[in-house]
């Protein structure tokens, strides 16, 4: 593309976005190689602080070919608003080991009104899960995309394949809107959740596809106001709230609805899971609503006996859940035991809501489990109900 094109683009774009001029900064001109094996992690940074440092609203343009990163950090506080507009495929390096052990590949870190558009990044992930399978000596592990003390952020049209962990995860964080996203790993990949969310407020999650080896979106202590909907899940875990009750001292989670998504040959539908063992944690106010199941393995369920390799015998969880609905949900479960709400003896679930619920087993009839749960039904509930009125 002619610059003087580009750079009328840009104006264009930068003028629909944010109502008036910015400055553009082309990554290619600081240096950034678009061939995939020279590293453009320092181009990468001196353009971004080119853009941040701009009075007026700037965009850090990427055009298409693959760059070579290594772990990067883009930090604030910027002047104005800066825009990702990003065309091609930003790749990690294969040797996991240069990713070190921060925990993060690509991290923006303190920064507010951040838009990024577009783009390819690629995790390359299969070196360190075979490290991770052969139970070898391996680093920790990163995250592709990580948001960590952000505000007002806005991710659109962003594909991440191949994450060595977790694809995007979001923490200490507030108004963020992520939609049209694609995000893909294969199935036996480790812990390879798509999106983490914890300790953040008013998140919304819209109109993405989600497939991997891990929860399709995941949501910690502390999350407040989330709203996920018209995602399509499959294969992975379902959408978990949880694990929660990891300490003893923890925030809770509440006003998270999941609406209007379809989940295919998950392991679980919509899960709220917890620790067998003391916590302050809770979830309240959480709405399931208008989901699509094609034979998943659990396709509602609450698990809070979750103890792994016998960390907490004999314990209860002491997360209180309470006040949870679960609406207009179809579509078939691979075993008998279609809802499984296995709730703590200590901190019964309270508020438990069935309301239109129609699951069923191929050749088999299904089944509600219960343990300590109450609530109640409205309308049309297969499997029959167990709460406890």
């Known amino acids: 593309m002619p610059k003087e094109l580009h750079t009328c683009l840009l104006s264009i774009l930068c003028f629909a976005l944010w109502a008036f001029p910015c400055d553009s900064y082309n990554v290619v001109h600081f240096g950034a190689k678009p061939n995939g094996r020279s590293d453009s992690s320092l181009s990468f940074l001196r353009t971004w602080m080119a853009a941040c440092n701009s009075v007026r609203p700037s965009t850090v343009y990427v055009p298409r070919g693959t760059y070579l990163l290594r772990p990067v950090t883009f930090s604030g506080s910027c002047k104005n608003r800066v825009t990702f507009q990003i065309e091609g495929t930003l790749v990690a390096p294969y040797d996991y080991w240069s990713m070190g052990n921060s925990g993060y590949w690509i991290l923006f870190k303190e920064v507010s009104r951040v838009s990024i558009l577009g783009g390819k990044i690629d995790g390359r992930g299969a070196g360190f899960w075979g490290c991770r399978r052969k139970g070898g000596n391996c680093p920790v592990g990163a995250r592709s995309i990580s948001f960590m003390w952000c505000k007002d952020i806005y991710v659109r049209g962003l594909t991440s394949i191949n994450s060595q962990t977790i694809h995007m995860a979001i923490g200490q964080s507030k108004n963020m809107r992520i939609e049209y996203t694609t995000i893909r790993a294969p199935s036996r990949s480790p812990n390879t959740d798509g999106i983490h969310v914890q300790h953040s407020s008013d998140i919304s999650i819209r109109r993405s596809i989600i497939k991997t080896g891990d929860d399709c979106v995941s949501i910690g202590p ?157 309308g049309l509930v297969i499997p029959r109900s167990c709460l406890r009125t």
Not at 225 to 233: A, K
Not at 327 to 341: D, H, Q, V
């Open 222 to 378: 502390g999350t407040t106001n989330m709203w996920v909907e018209r995602i399509g899940c499959g294969p992975g875990h379902g959408i978990s709230i949880g694990s929660l009750g990891n300490g003893i001292r923890e925030k809770g989670v509440q006003n998270v609805t999941v609406t209007s998504s379809v989940f295919t040959k998950t392991d679980n539908g919509v899960r709220i899971k917890s620790w067998a063992r003391p916590s302050s944690g809770y979830a309240t106010d959480i709405h399931f609503r208008n989901l699509v199941m094609l034979n998943v393995i659990n396709p509602i369920i609450i698990d809070q006996t979750y103890c792994p390799n016998y960390q907490c015998p004999h314990q209860s969880s002491g997360v209180k859940i309470s006040r949870v609905t679960y609406t207009n949900i179809r579509g078939s479960s691979s075993r008998p035991e279609a809802i499984t709400l296995d709730c703590s003896p200590t901190n019964p679930c309270t508020g438990i809501k069935l309301h239109n619920i129609r699951l069923s087993t191929p050749n088999r009839a299904t089944r509600a489990v219960c343990f300590n749960a109450g609530g109640y039904t409205r």
